[in-house]
């Protein structure tokens, strides 16, 4: 025995890539024509197909009762699909789900799941039958409307695809994901979807008639989600969307004011985005105000019975309604954005990715189709009724011949038609007749037939040779849709609605932070901390040893805390980020990108639409508006640029009308505000003219309110000067001493 005999003898050898991307195409090939993407022309997977065909076989018409959901799925795994039956049960409650499906495919009795995302009852308890949606789609199936074939085990056959009466596809959307190419069709209303195609077959029955997406648009607003929701899309955007098959629609909920006693108001939520689960969105909300991340929002409330009712409360009748959603559509799921990929198995039964026009037409194409297909088996059902009746009739004329031979010939069938030039499906016929219908009025009944059979006839062939006849016939077809299920009816009213582009709503960022009194404190070696609440300023803190206070103010959590620092950058600090507790805080060069060397200058609240002073070593400087001196980034932004070793000295908000500066020259000066010019960044301009020395000290004051100071001392006692002109000057003057009694340190403010 050799080696191999264990081995069968047809072994083919092939590169291993090859056979590994021939079997993988195999499957991807599968996955997407028997799994993942919709037929173009009924809008429906196999799954869903051999479902809704096998409620057919079962009688599940939407007149008759219900049968439990465990006997369809075991004729569906049993005869159509061989899969999990669970897999099978899930597609069948999502088409009874009007949450999930536009026009529900199937009508389902008992626990179908609801919004909040709970599942279905077991197939056990619940029950089903079709609604005259999914009976529409296999209209004429009895009349070979479409192709059949075997199923999995050649014991019956199934429909390749349905007739589809009805627009499915794009009236109830689909999605899937297969092996490198995935779907994503929105729900549409029907009632638009007719008016459409009504369009389109008026260009086909005028040849020459051009039709764009443009033009079909004016019809078909756009996607019509069973949850509702307002579609805040640009039209543009829409139209490119529809005419390459992809794009996104921007989708937000429906909410409106409820106004209470006192001035207070909730807002009420009443439609949520489409395929959102409202049980975990209310979750997210709650989250949001546990965790402090919306401090204008104080509660939310579930009061959903039928209809849905979101009740969000807003911290006081302050809070600007429309802030509070804009911050709510930024942070949960009260606006998804629905992403469009119309990618299907097209006519030619290759998957692609189709325009909205070329769906509508497929699905037209495909109504002709089903027209001529139905009209050719009701013709020769019409014919070979009429070939009946007139053997008949020849019965009638000759009943005595006929009876004679039937009585003394051996072959009857054979006699009657040597005798009378009959068919064999003639003679089959009489040969079949009872006794009774051998009266007169059965012979008239018969004429009459027959008459009625021809005309039908003449008009089936009329039908099959014209096309603007088929195309007539077809757009009737479509209007009876409209009629049953369009915008006049309560199952087609348009849900989503279409709303302009929302103007962008600013959204202070304290609005996401809640506002709490906090006190800034920051010692000589530079521990920042904020205690919760505004100490007393004879409160006794702790530092560590060696270390000492510097800064100490009142601030809230909502406030950003500038630190100006020697190398003039101006850093950013959030009120809410800094370290609180009774610790010693945390070193400021960890929150900021500061050198070793250089040293915190000033550290102060930033106030919205103020502005700041800010001076160097060399008696330069000037006023930067506060709002544009804000860092965003750990590393700052540079302010006062500094040529040499000049260093920056002061930082402090602008308030007053007046400066007042004194070098290390014990010289004072006084100018007007209006002299200092504001600036983004630079070295500003000259503030004292020196001849040696540097800058000592620099304020801001009321003019009329005068020039105060410390007198020094052990007591607390302080002086203010009203009579300036001595001291006032232009800016970059040289100034002159001071009044007698100013303190030796030159320092308006006290200090080392």
């Known amino acids: 025995m050799s080696q191999h005999s264990e081995f069968p003898e047809n072994i083919i050898e092939t590169p291993f890539s090859k056979a590994l991307s021939d079997r993988y195409l195999a499957y991807a090939l599968a996955t997407i024509m028997s799994r993942s993407l919709p037929d173009v022309r009924d809008g429906l997977k196999p799954v869903h197909r051999r479902l809704l065909y096998a409620m057919r076989l079962l009688k599940l018409d939407p007149k008759t009762g219900y049968k439990k959901c465990a006997r369809v799925i075991g004729d569906v795994i049993g005869k159509y699909h061989p899969h999990g039956d669970q897999s099978v049960y899930d597609a069948l409650v999502r088409l009874a789900q009007d949450f999930s499906v536009r026009y529900p495919l199937v009508d389902g009795q008992g626990n179908f799941g609801n919004i909040d995302g709970d599942n279905a009852a077991a197939m056990r308890y619940t029950e089903a039958r079709l609604t005259e949606v999914g009976a529409a789609l296999m209209e004429g199936l009895e009349e070979d409307a479409v192709d059949m074939r075997e199923t999995y085990d050649g014991e019956d056959d199934e429909p390749i695809v349905f007739p589809a009466a009805f627009p499915n596809l794009l009236a109830n959307g689909s999605t899937g994901i297969a092996v490198g190419m995935a779907t994503n069709i929105a729900p549409h209303n029907v009632g638009e979807l007719v008016d459409g195609m009504q369009l389109l077959i008026e260009a086909r029955r005028n040849p020459g008639t051009e039709v764009t997406v443009r033009d079909l648009l004016e019809h078909i607003q756009g996607p019509d989600f069973p949850t509702g929701g307002t579609i805040v899309e640009p039209k543009e955007s829409i139209i490119h969307s529809y005419e390459t098959g992809r794009g996104s629609f921007r989708l937000r909920a429906k909410w409106e004011r409820e106004e209470l006693p006192r001035g207070l108001y909730n807002i009420v939520v009443t439609e949520i985005p489409y395929q959102v689960q409202k049980s975990k969105l209310i979750e997210k909300i709650a989250d949001l105000i546990s965790d402090k991340k919306l401090p204008i929002l104080t509660d939310v409330r579930d009061e959903s019975a039928e209809d849905i009712r979101i009740v969000i409360e807003p911290k006081n009748r302050t809070v600007d309604d429309k802030v509070l959603m804009e911050s709510l559509y930024k942070l949960t799921e009260l606006e998804t954005r629905f992403s469009l990929n119309m990618n299907v198995i097209a006519s030619d039964n290759r998957p692609r990715v189709l325009s909205l026009k070329e769906m509508l037409e497929s699905f037209l194409d495909h109504q002709i189709d089903v027209l001529l297909r139905r009209s050719n088996f009701k013709l020769n059902k019409v014919e070979h009724r009429m070939e009946i009746l007139t053997g008949y009739m020849v019965a009638f004329l000759n009943l005595d011949e006929v009876i004679r031979i039937i009585r003394e010939e051996d072959n009857a069938k054979a006699g009657l038609i040597q005798a009378f030039k009959l068919t064999d499906v003639q003679a089959e016929a009489i040969l079949n007749m009872r006794l009774r219908s051998l009266r007169k009025l059965e012979e008239i009944e018969i004429r009459t037939e027959h008459d009625k059979l021809a005309a039908q006839g003449k008009k089936l062939r009329a039908l099959i040779a014209s096309s603007d006849l088929q195309w007539i016939t077809v757009g009737d077809a479509i209007l009876e849709i409209k009629r049953k299920f369009g915008q006049e009816t309560e199952l087609g009213k348009r849900r989503t609605l279409f709303a302009d582009v929302p103007d962008v709503v600013y959204v202070p960022p304290e609005a996401m932070i809640e506002k709490e009194p906090i006190t800034v404190i920051c010692s000589k070696r530079g521990w920042i901390r904020g205690l919760k609440g505004h100490s007393k300023a004879e409160e006794v803190l702790k530092y560590k040893e060696g270390d000492e206070e510097r800064f100490r103010f009142h601030a809230y959590t909502t406030d950003k805390i500038f630190l100006f620092a020697t190398n003039g950058k101006l850093f950013t600090l959030g009120g809410d980020k800094l370290p609180g507790g009774r610790g010693n805080g945390e070193p400021v060069r960890l929150m900021v990108d500061m050198d070793a060397n250089d040293e915190i200058v000033a550290l102060l609240t930033a106030v919205p639409g103020g502005k700041l002073f800010v001076a160097s070593s060399i008696g330069k400087g000037f006023m930067a508006e506060v709002d544009n001196a804000i860092a965003l980034k750990k590393g700052g932004k540079q302010i006062l640029n500094l040529p040499g070793d000049a260093v920056a000295t002061h930082c402090f908000a602008v308030d007053g009308d007046s400066v007042a500066v004194i070098g290390e020259n014990r010289k004072l000066l006084v100018f007007g505000l ?79």
């Open 674 to 752: 209006d002299e200092l010019p504001t600036m983004n960044r630079g070295q500003g301009v000259a503030l004292q003219r020196y001849k040696g020395g540097l800058l000592a000290d620099v304020m801001t004051f009321r003019r009329e309110e005068g020039l105060t100071w410390p007198m020094g001392g052990s007591g607390d006692r302080w002086r203010t000067e009203t009579e300036l002109d001595p001291w006032t000057g232009k800016r970059g003057n040289a100034g002159r001493l001071p009044p007698m009694g100013f303190p030796r340190n030159n320092k308006f403010r006290g200090g080392s």
